[in-house]
């Protein structure tokens, strides 16, 4: 387990809309390394980069034509390696986006495998054995080439699924993961990871990692396959991250990831904290974070204490936060945030609170996510400092707001967002029991009008984090004695017998004695 995870806070960015530097209108790695300082400065010290692979961008890059090259709109595989070394030399660990589960039709396997006579890749995607036969509850191409088969789509139609094997096998064409083809393709995704881990790169966030092996309802068959890659390499870059996009920490972790992240999807209750009609942390009260709570400790519980359940501000899939938590909603979200044990991901732009932009045309496959993948908003100047194309030739359109908040306008503004982020993460890293393996223990379990509290404790350390999104002051009832308070918003908490009171809409971390 890489130790530098026990303090990781992640900073997510999708380089097309982060910063431009050669006035394309997209961004690029120049443009990251120009950011290193400002990430770092607000307490940042690990990156996840979505996909920066030769590609046909019919899915924003998931769709990748070749593991080994970057595409050149956003630089060179030196200019990476640049931005791997600019940022070790601040402290800051990089995540590439590994998509093992699929490539894009022009990927030169798929052009190979399509081919009618048997070759080294016939067996690198799954196909069944006739054109009239389509692969059981998923997507399929055919007839593309003169191949008498089908070939399964992992995701949208652009994406050929890779072949890891099936768990459970009806047909003759549906392999196991030990035959020599889905061997194969795993040695081959291997080689890619090794690429460029030993080019700089400090670990993967795979990409439906839970999606590799067929037919395999309980995941069993993808377990086992990752706990193949990693008996790998943890011998060979034992300091190497893994991150799955899975959403089920007890399969993942148990495959071996350090790290999930609870989604958007899938059974955490994520999205009622903050994406749905009535959100844990609105001020209306009606949210109900119960459900949560419940499903997050199941998970601890069956995923053992020493992987990581990740909650993320928000992602390139999802709405943004600020479409569902508003103006000082957010501090409070962002409190819950910084104080959970799992590593934090924070996607590029939630910490100044940038809107989901309504409306939007669909960019590269996007569809309705285009609209939270809108260019950064650094500053007052023209495309709010992203980029000094024409404002037509930005990849995105950015929010037309005249009051769109921008980083130049939060940072000396001692009570924006900004550096309400600022301030928390430099907490985190102050204080181990705040840290990513710290224990928790709720308190109150954020029922509609309750407060959501819990004690987070780790060498010898232990402190209450409560927070009262509700617009009218709420208690609980606590025993433990409340020290010297760490950090409060809204208000300080009161202390009455066996109770603790919260004011409206507030946030507290105290000491516990
Ligand atoms: C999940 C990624 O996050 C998403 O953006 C992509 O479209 C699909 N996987 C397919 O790769």
Avoid at 116 to 123: K, L, T, V
Avoid at 465 to 492: D, Q
Wanted: net charge negative; hydrophobic share 35%; proline share 6%.
């Amino acid at each position: 387990m890489p130790k530098w995870l026990d303090n990781a806070v992640f900073y997510e960015i999708y380089p097309q809309s982060f910063l431009d530097t050669n006035a394309d209108g997209i961004g690029d790695f120049q443009g990251i390394i120009n950011k290193l300082d400002y990430i770092r400065d607000l307490g940042f010290n690990a990156l996840w980069i979505n996909p920066c692979f030769l590609s046909p961008f019919g899915d924003a890059g998931y769709d990748v034509a070749d593991y080994y090259t970057v595409a050149p709109r956003y630089g060179t595989n030196e200019d990476l390696k640049r931005l791997f070394a600019e940022a070790h030399k601040r402290g800051i660990h990089v995540l590439l986006d590994l998509v093992p589960g699929h490539t894009s039709v022009e990927h030169p396997w798929f052009r190979e495998s399509m081919k009618p006579e048997r070759n080294e890749y016939s067996d690198r995607y799954v196909w069944t054995d006739s054109v009239w036969e389509a692969p059981e509850n998923m997507g399929c191409l055919r007839a593309l080439s003169q191949r008498d088969g089908s070939c399964a789509v992992n995701f949208f139609t652009c994406q050929p699924a890779l072949n890891y094997g099936y768990y459970n096998r009806t047909r003759p064409w549906q392999q196991s993961p030990e035959d020599e083809g889905p061997r194969a393709t795993l040695e081959a995704m291997m080689d890619v990871m090794r690429f460029w881990l030993t080019m700089g790169c400090d670990g993967f966030r795979v990409d439906m990692a839970m999606s590799l092996v067929k037919n395999d309802p309980d995941g069993l068959g993808t377990i086992a396959l990752w706990q193949k890659v990693f008996n790998v390499l943890e011998r060979e870059f034992p300091e190497a991250a893994m991150v799955s996009e899975w959403g089920e920490p007890e399969k993942s972790l148990q495959g071996g990831f350090h790290m999930d992240f609870l989604l958007h999807f899938g059974p955490s209750h994520y999205n009622d904290l903050f994406r749905c009609q009535e959100p844990y942390f609105s001020d209306r009260g009606l949210g109900d974070a119960s459900k949560f709570v419940e499903r997050y400790l199941e998970s601890r519980e069956k995923a053992g204490k020493d992987g990581l359940i990740c909650i993320p501000s928000g992602n390139h899939d999802m709405t943004r936060l600020a479409k569902h938590v508003e103006g000082e909603e957010k501090k409070l979200a962002f409190t819950f945030l910084l104080t959970m044990p799992g590593a934090p991901f924070v996607y590029y732009g939630d910490e100044i609170g940038m809107r989901y932009v309504e409306n939007l045309t669909s960019v590269e496959g996007g569809y309705e996510r285009t609209g939270a993948r809108s260019p950064m908003q650094w500053d007052s100047c023209v495309n709010a400092g992203f980029s000094a194309a024409p404002k037509e030739k930005l990849y995105i359109q950015q929010d037309p707001a005249a009051d769109r908040p921008t980083v130049a306008q939060q940072l000396p503004d001692p009570d924006s967002l900004l550096n309400f982020v600022k301030q928390l993460t430099q907490l985190r890293q102050a204080h181990p029991a705040l840290q990513n393996r710290g224990g928790i223990h709720f308190v109150s379990n954020g029922a509609p009008k309750q407060a959501l509290a819990y004690e987070r404790e780790q060498a010898g350390e232990k402190l209450l984090v409560a927070m009262n999104p509700f617009r009218e002051a709420v208690a609980f009832p606590y025993s433990g004695k409340l020290g010297e308070a760490l950090f409060t918003f809204g208000g300080a908490a009161s202390q009455k017998g066996e109770a603790v009171q919260l004011p409206p809409v507030s946030a507290v971390i105290y000491r516990l004695d």
